[in-house]
């Protein structure tokens, strides 16, 4: 391979990590928004403002990219003849070194519009502006809510890649891009999960990690909708974060986590129990304080052999949940021997006596399908 041709492999290397960072870039700090900190200010202080200032750094650095490799080229001395090569080249040569004057200059020519009248037609601006609710609000208002919001430490914060992060804070779900923010208000959006993808983490191991993708639409007006993907361990803080439900349809099947699996197989495994009878009145579970007790502890599974770790009678009533006695069950075991938590054995959340899974008796009143 001849000098120049590795010379533009390696330039085209290059601008393709600067486009789309892989992750030692990140770590290594090697992205427009860390080299351009100083210039950015701080994302915390004032989110909509860096982000905008983000943007047209992104654009500009962004349009540089094929004029830089001209100007290297010329600087590594690698093409004695780059001039002639301008003049008297090919046609391509002609088209790129036109295009790569032209391009600065367009990206500054975008740049001046997004400025015109303190930021007023930017992208993100126009997006904003669509949640003013009245003429006596513009789009600045609707930043400093939603700087106010992020500033919050009760927001989360999902980094799909390099390049795309979601945010949701108490009242809005934002989605950043290289050259915008998507916004939704929470109160009048809907979010759906379209589907979930599966993917595996790496050759050596198993393990496979669960994407998301779940649309949020909003019911403004012309507030477009759009898609955020996340990694399905975040699902749940997400889901917490935000105040609507996010719709799961029947078709889009997500990898529970592991607690959840467990106290499926424990609901499943304690119903060909021995019922246990009871007319006692029952307050609520003292777990979740939500539901009726439906459970009882009593020794059932003949373990008679007086050892010190064979199960034991419980004198205690009815006082927890299947939900919540598989949640306390699972908790007790070792959490990286998975395969032997049925098999293992649990004390009583009040009493402390022992007992298996045999010995976990459902509510003769409690309905199977539960
Ligand atoms: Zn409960
Ligand atoms: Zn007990
Ligand atoms: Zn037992």
Redesign the pocket.
Known sequence: MSDEVIFSLFYLILSFCIVYPPVEFVSAGFTIPSLFSRVLGSEDENFVSYHIKRTIVTLGVYSILPLGYIIALFASELFENVSTLIVSGSLFWKIFFTTSLALPVLALYQIRNWMIDDFKYHPIAINLGKFCNNNNRDWKSVASDINAEFRRIDKICVRTNSLIKVIATENWILKVTPFTVLTAHQSDASLVVQKADTHQISLQTTSETQYLSIEVKSGRQNVDSFVIRINASDFKDLEDRIARDITIPANVKFHKTVMEQFVEVFKATIKSNARYETTEELD????????R?NVKLQKLCGDASGRNDSCMTCYCKPM??????AKWFASRQESDQQSTWLSSKCTCPMCRSRFCILDVSLLDNTDAEE
Do not use: R
Not at 284 to 291: A, E, L, V
């Open positions: 609520q579970c003292i777990g979740c304080m939500q539901t007790p927890w949940c299947a939900d919540c006695m």
